[in-house]
């Protein structure tokens, strides 16, 4: 007999799990619609050739390719037809530049699904996961307004999930590369991997980051170094603070340009609604992409920063330069959401929820079937989700289900209550019952779903 196993590196959940990481879903979807962005799904995989633009490096050693076993037959050198996609902004490339005549633009749209990656095994790193995307594509140009939405977004989401204080943290990455030019790190590749290393600040500190850049590798003089340290160590503490950092910053092109970039995104936010208490400028976030080119964001939890960045995205130049001539800049962002609920439930900032069954009908006795059924009916035709107990045993054992099920109501009819024409209704929760005419039941249990749901903020 084959011992039961999940492969390792994905999240499989028990059922009241499950409803609370379909629920985190169902928050991000509809405040992605809030915005205006419209759903698209792309396969599972794609065409080897199309999937992977760049072969070689990290990205493929991590790639799961698809092969049929008719396939595998025929199967010569080379890479597979099939690789599964190992994250959504590739796919959304090739889906832009496909169907790039039939879009209206800027397109708008946003993408909750699976994507596959071959992660070394180990806590909290998953090899299938969910990521919730959102993009604004542009034809030719994009107003640096749509940067500014992003924030917005971030906050709506984060704000309804309740999962306690965070802060939208962003930056340039044109500012940093004037900063750099400034100093006399012209060299685009060198300033990449400066990049790369600023990081990584606030995981590894100032120190492991100064060592680093005055190292083999990089030896970087100790005043650059210093300069380099004191720079992305800022941090605005309001919305005024985040002005008057950008006030002291001088320079010429990309500086100026990031400078004034990262002033309009902020002078927008409060029109976005989004309350300065929840953003903040941070030099140090440049994002590990070379792919972002403006602005970039991280978002973290102000009381669990060691979950690191729940959200993050940023400003890129052309979305598909590798399937299409046109120029697509775009600004989008991402929550890799399987990854956000094992860390928020290990936290203890996320619980399992009560079942999606609001109502359990009990059974008193096997003649009362017929009216159990009936109670359910009236209840599903009221929008209530009810499950109906078909077999009759004993209430502590129906109570015992209900409970271990996250089945908060159970309604009860035995032979008193059908001659008198009500019902029992029993809140495990509370430990209380009442008595309501059944012809009153699916408007008197509305009512105390709406004051449950009301007292748990949603």
């Known amino acids: 007999m084959i011992k039961p196993r999940t492969p390792p590196g994905v999240m499989e959940l028990l059922p009241r799990d499950q409803i609370a990481f379909a629920r985190m879903l169902d928050v991000v979807r509809r405040n992605f619609e809030r915005f205006g962005f419209v759903p698209v799904e792309t396969p599972v995989f794609e065409l080897s050739d199309v999937l992977l633009t760049k072969t070689g490096g990290e990205t493929e050693r991590q790639v799961y390719f698809v092969q049929s076993t008719g396939a595998l037959e025929k199967s010569g050198d080379g890479l597979p037809e099939l690789a599964l996609r190992f994250d959504l902004t590739v796919p959304l490339a090739r889906y832009v530049a496909e169907h790039e005549h039939e879009l209206a633009f800027p397109f708008r749209r946003y993408q909750i699904q699976r994507v596959y990656r071959g992660e070394r095994a180990q806590r909290g790193r998953f090899r299938e996961f969910y990521q919730c995307d959102i993009d604004v594509i542009g034809k030719d140009a994009l107003s640096i ?105 001088h320079g010429r092109d990309a500086l100026a340009q990031g400078v004034a970039e990262l002033r309009e995104v902020l002078e927008l936010l409060r029109a976005y609604g989004v309350p300065e208490k929840n953003y903040a400028l941070n030099f140090s976030i440049a994002r590990g992409l070379d792919y972002y080119t403006g602005t970039v964001y991280e978002t973290t939890l102000d009381a669990s920063p060691q979950i690191g960045s729940i959200c993050s995205g940023g400003r890129y130049e052309n979305l598909a330069s590798s399937y299409t001539k046109s120029k697509l800049p775009g600004v989008g962002i991402s929550i890799g959401a399987t990854r956000l609920f094992w860390q928020l439930r290990e936290a203890g900032l996320i619980s399992a929820a009560d079942s999606s069954v609001e109502v359990l009908v009990g059974l008193m006795d096997d003649a009362r079937l017929p009216d159990s059924l009936a109670i359910a009916c009236q209840l599903r035709a009221a929008g209530i989700c009810t499950e109906v107990q078909l077999e009759a045993k004993k209430l502590a054992k129906q109570f015992q289900y209900a409970d271990r099920a996250g089945i908060r109501y159970m309604v009860l009819i035995g032979e008193d209550e059908a001659a008198r024409m009500v019902v029992t209704v029993k809140d495990l929760r509370r430990q209380e019952q009442f008595e309501v005419p059944r012809a009153e039941l699916a408007a008197s249990l509305k009512v105390e779903l709406e004051q449950q749901r009301a007292l748990q903020g949603h």
């Open 145 to 249: 307004r749509y940067d500014a939405e992003m924030p917005a977004v971030i906050h709506a989401v984060f704000t309804e999930l309740g999962i306690g204080e965070f802060t939208i943290q962003l930056n340039n990455r044109k500012l940093l590369r004037g900063f750099f030019e400034d100093i006399g790190i012209a060299d685009g590749e060198r300033q990449a991997l400066v990049l790369r290393e600023i990081d990584k600040l606030d995981k590894r500190g100032a120190d492991a980051v100064r060592d680093t850049l005055m190292g083999e590798g990089f030896a970087l003089d100790a005043d650059a170094v210093s300069k380099i340290l004191a720079f992305v160590q800022v941090r605005s503490t309001s919305h005024a603070n985040a002005l008057a950092h950008l006030e002291q910053l």
